[in-house]
């Protein structure tokens, strides 16, 4: 059994920053694949980041580049996004998200990861 956690939504104006974190639990947790995504009332759920076991390999969405740095501390088993440079377009509700095994493939797809958060809400205001 596996429990993600995120924390650290809230209210920010544009240009502000916030930093998620998304806590997992339970002695069986493995996971090399770990993302972040994103809901926007209306819209469908997108992919923001993703982070392996090592961080040896990241991936960003094109929409968050050079704003978005996703880190994972694994002692502490707690994945991070900071988020930079926010801009209204980054109004949603964030998903942590876990894939089981080792592998690190298909990031993008929500339908790939087996475990996720409740959602934090993310807004962004003028």
């Known amino acids: 059994q596996v429990q993600l956690v995120e924390s650290g939504g809230g209210l920010v104006q544009v240009g502000g920053s916030l930093r998620l974190s998304c806590a997992a639990s339970?002695?069986?947790?493995?996971?090399?694949?770990m993302g972040w995504f994103r809901q926007a009332p209306g819209k469908g759920r997108e992919f923001v980041a993703a982070?392996?076991?090592?961080?040896?390999?990241?991936n960003y969405a094109d929409s968050v580049k050079g704003r978005f740095t996703i880190s994972r501390d694994n002692d502490r088993n707690t994945v991070y996004l900071q988020m930079n440079s926010l801009k209204p377009e980054d109004t949603a509700a964030y998903y942590c998200?876990?894939?089981?095994?080792?592998?690190?493939?298909?990031?993008?797809?929500?339908?790939?990861?087996?475990?996720w958060g409740q959602g934090t809400q993310v807004t962004v205001s003028s």
């Open positions: 998200a876990a894939q089981k095994g080792l592998y690190y493939s298909d990031y993008a797809n929500p339908r790939e990861y087996d475990y």
């Open positions: 982070i392996n076991w090592s961080a040896s390999n990241t």
């Open positions: 339970g002695r069986t947790f493995i996971s090399n694949a």
